[in-house]
């Protein structure tokens, strides 16, 4: 089984890329859906039960707030593969500022998680590490790198 853990701040395109690549084969795990931690846990458990594939669809921008997802996983036997979306900080306020209702991050949100920004490690626990940019509004993924 396998669980994906999307790494990025706000408005660099975690969750287009989820519908892109996982929609069908993946559960979503988003805080954006679920609004509290006890229905997050909830539906981890719900999926380690019953051995399901899910996507952890969150910022995830420190290392201590990957750990308990990647602890879990591990725990169940899981593959963990994480995408880390490196985004320009400009470009990510942009796309913010297309958004509308509660899509919309205020800035303040944006750049405060772009500051607490840690990038993923394969130390931390991951099997597999993916580098994600948007370039002419397409995803480039590439395998990670540690020098990046």
């Given at each position: 089984?396998?669980?994906?853990?999307?790494i990025g701040i706000q408005a660099?395109?975690?969750s287009t890329f989820y519908k892109n690549n996982f929609f069908n084969s993946h559960i979503r795990?988003?805080?954006?859906?679920?609004?509290?931690?006890?229905?997050?846990?909830?539906f981890l458990a719900t999926?380690?039960?019953t051995q399901s594939r899910f996507v952890v669809d969150n910022t995830n921008p420190?290392?201590?707030?990957r750990e308990k997802y990647i602890q879990q996983a591990k725990e169940n036997k899981y593959e963990v593969?994480?995408?880390y979306f490196s985004t320009?900080?400009?470009?990510?306020?942009?796309?913010?500022?297309l958004r509308t209702g509660k899509e919309k991050i205020p800035e303040v949100g944006v750049r405060s998680c772009y500051r607490k920004m840690e990038i993923p490690k394969m130390q931390e626990?991951?099997?597999?590490?993916?580098?994600?940019?948007?370039?002419?509004?397409?995803?480039?993924?590439?395998?990670?790198?540690?020098e990046i």
């Open positions: 089984m396998q669980a994906i853990i999307f660099s395109g975690k795990i988003s805080m954006d859906q679920l609004n509290t931690r006890n229905k997050e846990s909830q999926c380690f039960k420190s290392k201590v707030e593969v994480g995408y320009p900080i400009h470009e990510a306020l942009k796309r913010n500022d626990g991951f099997d597999k590490l993916y580098f994600v940019r948007i370039v002419n509004d397409e995803f480039i993924i590439e395998d990670w790198k540690d």
